[in-house]
């Protein structure tokens, strides 16, 4: 095998050889012939100096063709100056893109806080500012930019501050409405009667309280907005109920209250027989101004049978007034009237043995004692008259 072997490596190295054998040149430089001769070893040197120079050459081509692939963007990177400048533009881009998503988050942001602080402020001072609170709030952004949550820093600890506060707000609502509620059972009615008269605002609570990223924070988020919720309800419930008590008779029909006659069974004047007094008799000079108690419409204003001169005022919920024996209406029927506002004077006329008013208090047409109503005016009153309430004020 050896020998095979170096028989093979001396047939190659003899076909080398006779590939640089000596050979001779003749040159004519345009006057005389000259003959030259270049030995096999010159030429083998310079064969491989040749070889050499072109796979140096070949590497350089190579490295070129890398260069001008990846300038083109046909494979790597593009680092180029336009790449450059292109990727630099999409970077400006991007931060002008955090930009305005922190200024729409910020901006919903604000909107909740001052929502939130109109409705604490209405909860604890009973003064409400009833277009923020029921403004809708723009939705922000579950996910906000660095540059965002820099500038929502302060936002979010006026957001913590008034969540603190929520519930303190909660329990003040609570005891106005049990206060408010347990005014009006005591003349005999039921506060439901006058909590569906005004819907609830769809939309006015808006998107979601935002808190830092994180299922901590979505969590936090959730609660705050449940409390919040709750907060806009609870209040709701009790300024329709507050807002509607304008329609409960609470003002005394005249300036001076004494009783000739109370409600209930008692003696007929006339026949001396027992009878049902539907009212209270208010005894007072002729001419004595008489005052609508509540907000209403005029249903009727006339003779009517032994009241007399009598004006009757719808008040809404099912709840009317009567004034009877005027010795003058001042107000026509279908005229809408505001508490305080003068509607007669006080006279004698119809079944009356003398100067005075007849009032009643009607609850779904049917008669009820007047003296609580009365009782209870100034609480009543106090509640019409806050500013926050609205309604019409009295002549």
């Not at 796979?55 to 680092?79: C, N, P, R």
């Not at 006026?158 to 909660?170: I, W």
């Not at 099912?318 to 009237?337: A, D, F, P, Q, W």
């Not at 009643?360 to 500013?387: C, M, S, T, W």
Request: with cysteine; hydrophobic share 40%; net charge positive.
């Amino acid at each position: 095998m050896a020998n095979a072997s170096y028989s093979k490596q001396a047939r190659l190295a003899d076909r080398i050889r006779a590939l640089f054998t000596t050979r001779d040149f003749i040159f004519h430089d345009g006057r005389d012939l000259k003959r030259f001769s270049i030995a096999g070893r010159t030429q083998a040197v310079v064969a491989c100096v040749g070889a050499v120079t072109v796979l140096f050459s070949g590497y350089g081509v190579a490295q070129a063709m890398v260069g001008a692939i990846s300038v083109s963007g046909v494979a790597g990177k593009d680092t180029s100056p336009q790449a450059q400048m292109a990727e630099m533009a999409k970077q400006v881009q991007k931060m002008q893109d955090d930009v305005e998503a922190a200024k729409a988050s910020v901006k919903a942001h604000a909107a909740r806080v001052e929502h939130n602080q109109a409705l604490i402020s209405a909860a604890l001072t009973g003064n409400a500012d009833r277009a923020k609170i029921n403004q809708p709030i723009p939705d922000a952004a579950n996910k906000t930019s660095a540059i965002a949550e820099e500038v929502l820093a302060p936002l979010r600890k006026l957001e913590s501050r008034q969540l603190a506060l929520a519930g303190k707000a909660q329990a003040v609502l609570n005891a106005r409405y049990s206060q408010t509620a347990a005014k009006i059972r005591g003349l005999g009615l039921d506060p439901q009667r006058f909590e569906g008269g005004f819907p609830i605002v769809q939309g006015g609570m808006g998107g979601p309280l935002e808190a830092a990223d994180g299922d901590g924070g979505d969590t936090a988020a959730a609660d705050a907005d449940a409390q919040f919720r709750s907060l806009f309800l609870t209040w709701q419930k009790l300024d329709n109920l507050e807002q509607t008590v304008i329609s409960i008779p609470s003002l005394q029909p005249v300036e001076n209250i004494t009783f000739s006659s109370t409600f209930g069974v008692r003696s007929d004047p006339f026949r001396g027989s027992a009878a049902m007094h539907p009212g209270v008799d208010i005894p007072g000079a002729l001419g004595t101004p008489i005052y609508a108690t509540a907000d209403g419409v005029v249903a009727r204003a006339g003779r009517v049978g032994g009241y007399g001169n009598m004006v009757e005022i719808s008040h809404g919920h099912g709840i009317s007034t009567r004034y009877g024996h005027m010795s003058k209406i001042l107000i026509g029927e279908n005229t809408k009237v505001k508490r305080g506002q003068l509607i007669g004077l006080m006279g004698s006329t119809g079944r009356s043995t003398g100067s005075h008013l007849h009032y009643e208090v009607r609850v779904d047409g049917k008669a009820v004692n007047p003296v609580p109503f009365l009782q209870n005016g100034g609480y009543l009153a106090a509640i019409q008259q806050k500013g926050a309430m609205g309604g019409p004020a009295a002549d």
